[in-house]
């Protein structure tokens, strides 16, 4: 267990193209896993936001909401994926899928992307809400997704 007290924090999967897929098709996978990561953990990354947010402030009952960004996943994938995953009480944290895709974000200007992000982030945690009060967790949620707003606008 490392020693992070950040309650909120990003992974990314970056689906690559079939090895039979022309060079084209396999650069473009390449360079927008490369440009979607700067998003995350670039100069303006949206992680060092969300870092600030410290799990203390907040209850016990929760470690870690990971938002898992999943960058153009095949369909089957896609269809595998929940809204948001079930808590895990031994490690008290919960997983949160995001789909990033050229539809939603790299279709779209700069200034879209961030607010894909944004968007994005405050939806789901509207569902890590109800995960909340269904499982009884003693998490502020209300403070949480306050702070959240505050650094995300």
């Known amino acids: 267990m490392s020693d992070d ?10 689906t690559q193209a079939y090895p039979d897929a022309d060079q084209q098709t396999k650069d473009l996978a390449t360079e927008q896993g ?9 100069e303006k990354g949206i992680c060092d936001t969300l870092k600030k947010l410290n799990q203390d402030d907040y209850g016990k009952d929760l470690k870690l909401a990971l938002f898992q960004f999943y960058v153009n996943p ?9 809204e948001i995953e079930a808590y895990r009480k031994n490690e008290k944290s919960i997983g ?20 894909f992000l944004k968007q994005s ?9 109800e995960v909340v009060k269904k499982k009884k967790l003693d998490t502020k949620m209300d403070l949480l997704k306050a702070d959240l707003e505050k650094l995300l606008s």
């Open 5 to 14: 007290k950040n309650i909120l924090g990003c992974y990314v999967s970056v």
């Open 34 to 42: 490369r440009l979607f990561r700067t998003y995350i953990w670039g």
């Open 74 to 82: 095949i369909p089957m994938m896609e269809q595998a994926l929940k």
């Open 96 to 115: 949160i899928p995001i789909v990033v895709n050229d539809k939603n974000f790299f279709s779209k200007s700069e200034e879209g992307r961030y607010s």
């Open 121 to 129: 982030i405050l939806q789901k945690l509207d569902l890590l809400v």
